[in-house]
């Protein structure tokens, strides 16, 4: 038999470590609809063009940053798009979770462009607002209805795909906020139409601005939690490990991990000790099922051993304290009773 046969094999629970697995979702689920991305897709980059040339004619500088923001509109799209191919691989070789975190490789790419597009947006508005160009009120005000109208409708095409998908988010935050704009700008060109305060150009892509600052942060915030093996935001882990070990015959949890593998997806590990009169077994699926159910966490991986008499104390420190079972445990021990997280 080759180093690469396989006789046929059990991947269930093997002696005292258990996985669970039913009913989880992997990341980007397989019906994430490409059709309605791709629309969007076509909507931003046809009206992108149109809007570049009309900016520069108008002498609009909200209309050109409304311009470079559909530009990340459609890379976020194409992102998404790629993420989504990427995401459906199935795990092999060295990659033992599949290609699914490209997608939040995607989002952080969406927030990092719209965060360093907002700087040379600030910039330049600032310096028109100290010193405005003539603007044609007319043409911003019309091309920024049309905005408006591509933009509703690129929106609602990608909230009919699945939106679980931190990469299929970020684009549409990208587009909602690119709405925004949209009316921000149609103001400022009825502003400058009817009144003829040129400023008004420039407060509008200030305005733009803050919004791509706010949309870029949240995206670069949630991304970066993940791929830095974070926990989910709305899971404390102390609270998880007490509750572990609130749970008879339990003695102790320990090594208590807890992640994000990609969008909608937590995971938790832990070494886990019970009671020499435990059911090592039984202890495992009541855990898991309390994670499930409390938690929504079904992507587990229990090591459930019995604890041991010689190993229930140890000198630390000149001090009789219990052991955890392990040369050198990861986080916080968590016993029965007062202890310190």
């Not at 009309?54 to 002498?59: M, Q, R, S, Y």
């Not at 090591?303 to 001090?319: A, K, M, P």
């Amino acid at each position: 038999m080759s180093a690469h046969d396989h006789a046929p094999h059990d991947h269930g629970a093997a002696g005292h470590e258990g996985h669970g697995h039913a009913g989880h979702s992997h990341g980007v689920a397989a019906d994430a609809d490409r059709r309605w991305l791709g629309i969007a897709l076509g909507l931003i980059t046809g009206f992108m063009a149109i809007e570049v040339v009309v900016g520069v004619l108008a002498h609009s500088l909200a209309l050109i940053s409304d311009a470079a923001h559909m530009l990340t509109d459609a890379v976020s799209i194409v992102l998404a798009l790629i993420a989504m191919r990427l995401a459906a691989r199935p795990a092999r070789g060295g990659f033992t979770y599949g290609l699914k975190r490209a997608e939040i490789l995607s989002a952080q790419a969406n927030g990092l462009t719209l965060l360093l597009l907002a700087v040379w947006l600030a910039y330049e508005a600032v310096r028109r607002l100290l010193d405005p160009p003539p603007v044609e009120g007319g043409l911003v005000l019309v091309t920024a209805l049309a905005g408006i109208v591509v933009n509703i409708v690129a929106a609602w095409c990608i909230s009919k795909a699945n939106r679980t998908s931190l990469a299929v988010e970020g684009a549409y935050q990208h587009i909602l906020n690119d709405l925004f704009a949209f009316i921000g700008t149609a103001v400022a060109g009825l502003i400058v139409l009817t009144t003829g305060f040129r400023q008004a150009d420039s407060i509008a892509s200030l305005v733009v601005v803050v919004l791509m600052v706010k949309a870029g942060y949240g995206l670069v915030r949630e991304s970066g939690r993940i791929l830095l093996e974070a926990a989910p935001a709305h899971v404390d882990p102390d609270t998880v490990g007490d509750r572990l070990v609130g749970q008879p015959p339990v003695t102790e949890v320990h090594d208590l991990h807890i992640w994000t593998i990609t969008s909608g997806q937590a995971a938790l590990s832990a070494h886990v000790l019970v009671a020499p009169e435990g059911d090592c077994h039984a202890v495992r699926r009541d855990l898991e099922a309390l994670l499930a159910k409390e938690y929504g966490i079904t992507h587990t991986t229990l090591q459930v051993d019995h604890v041991q008499d010689s190993l229930l104390t140890v000198g630390r420190h000149g001090e009789d304290q219990p052991d955890t079972h392990c040369a050198d445990a990861h986080g916080p021990v968590h016993r029965q009773g007062p202890h310190d997280h």
